[in-house]
């Protein structure tokens, strides 16, 4: 876990302290896996091609 959020330049004690408060309040806990973005520029460029 450590090593995939180093290389994500993310802040693993950010991400601990989000874990262990989402926990026992039943939240939405963080996520190693990026988030997903789409944007309308490149569906565009997709098309036209």
């Known amino acids: 876990m450590v090593t995939t959020l180093k290389s994500k330049k993310r802040n693993v004690l950010e991400f601990i302290t989000q874990a262990f408060v989402a926990a026992p309040g039943g939240t939405t806990t963080p996520s190693l896996l990026p988030e997903a973005t789409t944007c309308s520029d ?8």
């Open 42 to 49: 490149d569906s565009e460029k997709l098309k036209a091609a």
